[in-house]
Nanobody, 121 residues
């Protein structure tokens, strides 16, 4: 059972930056694909970014060029650097772990509790 704990969310203004972190409990973290999703009330959880076990990154079109995913396998941690934040980025951000890298949320069996990101205009 992989436990994931996110941190780094907060309230910022449009144009600001935030870095989210997600620490995994599993010692085999390096073999997992890691992803970030986000969700706003009344909408489905949507894919934001993923980092494969080979450190290859994938992004949703809405965040390309602004968000950067990375991982530090020595620290069992995955990061999401978010720059030039926009009000439409406001959501609860979730970290997920799985065996394949994909934008499909159902492919990730392990999830964190989420961290709120609020961007004011």
């Amino acid at each position: 059972q992989v436990q994931l704990v996110e941190s780094g969310g907060g309230l910022v203004q449009a144009g600001d930056s935030l870095r989210l972190s997600c620490v995994a409990s599993e010692r085999t973290f390096s073999s997992h694909s890691m992803a970030w999703f986000r969700q706003v009330p009344g909408k489905e959880r949507e894919f934001v970014a993923a980092v494969s076990s080979r450190h290859i990154t994938y992004y949703a079109d809405s965040v390309k060029g602004r968000f950067t995913g990375s991982r530090d396998d020595a620290r069992n941690t995955v990061y999401l650097q978010m720059n030039n934040l926009k009000p439409e980025d406001t959501a609860v951000y979730y970290c997920a772990a799985g065996n394949i890298v994909t934008a499909r949320r159902n492919a990730y069996p392990y999830w964190g509790q989420g961290t709120q990101v609020t961007v004011s205009s």
